[in-house]
């Protein structure tokens, strides 16, 4: 591993108006978990409620800004034929200018704090982060390129589930990301999920909840079911923190939560008692 | 091939909302099937931390002369049957069930087959509180690290990650009036459009028929439905014998690279 090959002016990525950098400072926002109301600018670069520590939904390549040293994107023009799905089409070029991405995952080589990681980033701001095939076959890529480079993968999840537009395609791609998880543990790896809000659908219950070690950000709406589906089955009302990390936490579904600031500090403390001696 | 030819300037093709509306009618019954098909079934229960879930019957049985690992889901037989078995919804235990068989058949060497017959995973209070989501998870990623053939079956309905999790294997077939889908085609309606009554117009579009499927090679075969159930049972069992040994003259790193090879390919 070699940590000063790394060109750093090279590696930066471009950047572009993020969907949040257009509200403006001066905007009074309410704080979507405890309700508190603030000024946008009094979030701070880091976009985490004064108040109760949640943080606010960021773009990708927002979290890179903020998580990495430096980033190398993998796949950027990757591109796959979608199933021709009415209304499709437009829909994804939509989400594709509002978030300058071209799927809902951004993927790449990174450090964190001086450690190697093959870092995946999902998206709530494109489609709802759904999982579409070109965000399973991304996914897929960055499981393969750190099994053949032997790096952990840090993987942030955000997803409102599957992508219903592409069908069994959506659903096929929590079996393919699985077997390159399995192949990338299968090679003594260490695999590690940041939870972020909301996690929910097939992403749960695939690649999620796959990790050798689950973190999670404060507040983060983590589930499988929906929570109307739940109660207009069990027909009752659930608890207010039924399905976020915290109560995750107590049900020993994650390993910790780390306010957001400190999550590079974590991560890499973490990867580093997992590094591969060279042979 | 020409029987197939013949019949189908007979009979009318069914469309997708038909296949739907059968695929929910019940013809056949998990345990039916098990017994039609093997022999000597020892249903064995418990996920050995929770619970045992009755929607989830699992065992061992001979197929032919092999020893075989069966997994079902069951919907159950009269309303109170169904009912404890939410239709077919299995709960996280059940789902770990099934894992501690997996696991099970892959230590003594021992062909998996599942059946597969569920609207979904059960979207419950302590389902979720349970780990639906993992449980499922663990389910697919467990399912591709097992060095013994593995062979799905959908007899009825199959909806998204619930289904999925127990047709992560070598093969996965369909009964002729059967469907698999990332959703119901009323969840899929409401989603979409906001409206659950259009779930006919659903059915259409999600390609869930087995004719669809295994045009998309999501699915390597269909099987040919009969109002005489042992016909039906006497052809899956040749048929699983068969595959089996082919799928056992492979070794066990072979196996296991060409069931990941498989997904891969979406
Ligand atoms: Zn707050």
């Given amino acids: 591993m070699d940590l000063y090959n790394n060109d750093k002016s090279t590696s930066k990525i471009k950047r572009a108006e993020s969907v949040n950098e ?34 606010f939904r960021l773009q990708a390549r927002e979290r890179i800004e903020l998580l990495t040293e430096s980033f190398d994107e993998l796949d950027a023009d990757v591109t796959m034929t979608h199933p021709d799905f009415p209304g499709y089409a437009d829909k994804l070029q939509r989400a594709k200018d509002q978030t300058n991405l071209g799927e809902s995952v951004l993927t790449g080589v990174a450090t964190i704090k001086e450690q190697r990681v093959a870092l995946g980033i999902m998206d709530s701001y494109f489609m709802m982060g759904s999982l579409g095939s070109m965000t399973g076959e991304k996914i897929t890529r960055l499981f393969e390129h750190a099994t053949s480079n032997r790096l952990p993968v840090v993987l942030f999840t955000a997803s409102g589930g599957a992508r219903m537009q592409e069908g069994m395609n959506s659903l096929m791609q929590m079996a393919k990301v699985s077997a390159a998880v399995a192949e990338h543990q299968e090679a003594g790896l260490l695999y590690l999920v940041v939870l972020t809000d909301p996690t929910t659908g097939g992403v749960t219950a695939s690649f999620a909840m796959q990790a050798d070690i689950t973190l999670g950000e404060p507040h983060a709406l983590v589930g499988f079911a929906g929570a109307r589906v739940i109660e207009s089955t069990i027909h009752e009302k659930l608890p207010k923190d039924f399905q976020r990390v915290e109560t995750l936490l107590k049900n020993g579904f994650v390993d910790d939560i780390v306010p957001r600031p400190e999550l590079a500090e974590k991560i890499a403390t973490l990867v580093k008692f997992h590094q591969v001696t060279e042979e | 091939m020409a029987v197939n030819i013949g019949l189908k300037l007979f009979k009318r093709e069914l469309t997708p909302k038909d296949i739907v509306k059968k695929s929910r009618e019940d013809r056949f019954l998990a345990r039916e099937i098990i017994n039609g098909i093997f022999t000597d079934f020892v249903e064995l229960h418990g996920d050995r931390l929770s619970g045992d879930d009755t929607s989830v019957i699992g065992g061992i049985a001979r197929l032919n002369d092999q020893p075989v690992t069966v997994i079902a889901i069951d919907k159950g037989v009269d309303i109170h049957d169904k009912l404890s078995k939410r239709n077919g919804s299995p709960e996280p235990w059940g789902y770990r069930k099934a894992q501690r068989l997996m696991q099970q058949a892959n230590k003594f060497h021992r062909p998996i087959v599942t059946f597969i017959n569920t609207p979904g995973a059960f979207p419950g209070k302590t389902a979720e509180a349970q780990g639906q989501g993992e449980a499922i998870a663990q389910s697919i990623l467990l399912s591709m690290k097992l060095t013994v053939p593995m062979i799905a079956i959908i007899y009825g309905e199959a909806g998204s990650g619930g289904a999925l999790a127990l047709a992560t294997s070598d093969q996965v077939w369909m009964f002729q009036n059967s469907t698999y889908s990332i959703l119901s085609p009323e969840g899929f309606a409401s989603i979409l459009w906001k ?60 196996l296991m690279k060409q069931r990941r090879a498989r997904f891969r390919a979406f």
């Fill in chain 2, 195 to 254: 409206d659950s009554k259009r779930s006919d117009e659903a059915a259409a579009l999600m390609g869930l028929t087995p004719k669809d499927l295994l045009e998309k090679q999501v699915i390597d075969y269909i099987i040919p439905e009969s109002r005489n159930h042992p016909r039906v049972f006497s052809l899956i069992r040749k048929r699983l014998d068969n595959e089996f040994k082919q799928l056992n003259s492979l070794t066990p790193e072979e």
């Fill in chain 1, 22 to 55: 257009r509200i403006p400072d001066g905007l009074f926002l309410a704080c979507p978990y405890c309700g508190t109301q603030m000024y946008n600018k009094q979030l701070g670069a880091y976009r985490v409620c004064a108040n109760c520590g949640y943080g």
